[in-house]
């Protein structure tokens, strides 16, 4: 069997309780009330209302007041968010198309590149007449860097500057196809460093140092 999940591990933990008010909301036609679902899934209607919030207060429902016409208290409804909850691949979509990927001629400088042109999108770029110090281009690519998911430190060594990758937000298909994955973060480092025409450039990234730590290495951008 492969050792592939199928489906990505949910994000939210839910109770066997709770999620059977939400499918109680899942199923029906319209909103419903705390009665109504108190009667589906044969609570007392204090514990139904206590599963409803929580489902709001996670943005798996919603809550509003029932339009009327005639005179008396509006009831409380609540209705699922469309496909809010369920079971998710995207683990295995980026397993199969990373392995299309890794099949083409030359994907590692591919891979760099398309890395690049994200890495030139996602940065904070300075502006027209601004000069970046090495400071502030290390600042902004350790933002950066750290908005993705990496969780980076940096330090300089003996005039050069080593970025670590202390967590990897896309390991699980990075250990399996690092000729594609780890080409495109050095690619962004590249791109982002690039755009923000400091005087620094990367020039390698080291995948896998530990089992969870990657090391990039910025020097001294050439005079433009």
Do not use: K
């Not at 998710?88 to 042109?117: C, F, K, Q, T």
């Not at 196809?177 to 982002?192: N, R």
Request: with cysteine; charged share 25%; hydrophobic share 40%.
């Amino acid at each position: 069997m492969s050792e592939t999940s199928l489906v990505d591990a949910p994000t939210l933990p839910m109770s066997a309780r709770r999620r059977e008010v939400l499918d109680c909301l899942e199923a029906a036609s319209g909103p419903l009330s705390v009665v109504d679902v108190a009667g589906l899934a044969r609570l007392n209607a204090n514990t139904a209302r206590f599963h409803l919030d929580g489902l709001v207060s996670d943005g798996l429902a919603d809550r509003s007041a029932e339009e009327r016409e005639t005179p008396g208290r509006r009831r409380i409804l609540y209705s699922a968010q469309p496909d809010a909850v369920g079971p998710r691949s995207y683990r295995l979509l980026a397993e199969m198309l990373i392995g299309l990927v890794a099949s083409v001629a030359g994907v590692h400088e591919s891979a760099v590149d398309a890395g690049r042109s994200w890495g030139r999108h996602l940065v904070q770029r300075p502006s027209p007449s601004q000069r970046m110090d090495a400071d502030e281009t290390v600042g902004r690519l350790q933002r950066l860097l750290d908005e993705i998911g990496f969780r980076p430190e940096t330090q300089t060594l003996a005039g050069r500057v080593e970025v670590r990758l202390r967590h990897c937000p896309f390991r699980e298909v990075a250990v399996r196809h690092p000729e594609v994955v780890c080409a495109i973060h050095l690619g962004i480092m590249q791109g982002a460093l690039g755009e923000l025409r400091g005087p620094l450039e990367a020039e390698g990234l080291q995948p896998f140092v530990t089992p969870h730590l990657c090391v990039a290495n910025l020097r001294s951008a050439p005079a433009a």
